[in-house]
């Protein structure tokens, strides 16, 4: 069973555009939700990440937002750039244990 | 400041060999995880190590199994490989008692033939 489902599975961008992507999870006991940026034959990078007691972080331009209630978070690229194509993962955890991941969105910014 | 490393890059085995893939936490950290992405797939749990011991297991077999040592660095081994192992395998690794942010290596490729 996937524990973090993430959407859409590939997008596309016009540079300059936003990039959103969603995620969504059923466990309530998560209390960390990272995202990953990872480039072809490299590992994950962690992007940026919060906690569910914020409802929004920005660093740069890449904004989570989180809505507890609905459990779901999404990440949002501003001013999208042909060198942020690559594959992004959602994540969570608990407690500080392992990551669950997400099956990943390859977004692809075009000049 | 060194970030989080592996060895090999690259591996090619065949079916029923066993392989050793090696780690190297980031300068200050002292826990390590394991995971496996399969091609197109998110990174997937198999383990986690601390104080030299597992202290997590995800769903995997123990043809898979661990081990960390004094200095924090840690190997994952697999026995009687598969043609389903191929994949890229993933160290983490982080501080316990802080946030715990799990900080990635660059992953070693396994080809199992």
């Known amino acids: 069973q996937q524990q973090v489902k993430q959407s859409p599975q590939s997008l596309i961008v016009q540079k300059g555009g936003i990039s959103i992507i969603n995620c969504a999870y059923e466990?309530?006991?998560?209390?960390?939700f990272p995202w990953y940026q990872q480039f072809p034959g490299k590992g994950p990078a962690l992007l940026i990440a919060?906690?569910?007691?914020?409802s929004e972080k920005k660093e740069g331009r890449f904004t989570i937002s989180f809505n507890k209630s609905a459990k779901q978070f999404s990440l949002h690229i501003m001013d999208s750039q042909p060198g942020d194509s690559a594959t992004y993962f959602c994540?969570?955890?608990?407690?500080?244990?392992?990551?669950?991941f997400g099956t990943g969105t390859r977004l692809t910014v075009i000049p | 400041d060194a970030g989080v490393t592996q060895s090999p890059t690259h591996l090619i085995k065949t079916r029923g060999q066993q392989v050793t893939l090696r780690c190297s936490p980031k300068?200050?950290?002292?826990?390590v995880s394991w995971y496996q992405q399969a091609l197109g797939q998110g990174p997937q749990f198999i383990f986690q190590?601390?104080?030299?011991?597992?202290?997590q297991r995800g769903n995997f077999p123990d043809r898979f199994s661990g081990h960390q040592f004094p200095n924090y660095s840690s190997e994952l081994n697999v026995n009687a490989l598969l043609l389903g192992d191929s994949a890229l395998y993933l160290c983490?690794?982080?501080?316990?008692?802080?946030?715990?942010?799990?900080?990635f290596g660059p992953g070693t490729r396994l080809l199992v033939l």
């Open positions: 994540a969570a955890s608990m407690r500080a244990n392992n990551l669950f």
């Open positions: 919060i906690r569910p007691d914020v």
């Open positions: 466990n309530t006991a998560f209390d960390y």
């Open positions: 190590y601390y104080e030299e011991e597992e202290r």
């Open positions: 983490a690794s982080s501080l316990s008692g802080t946030e715990e942010t799990q900080y």
């Open positions: 300068s200050g950290h002292d826990t």
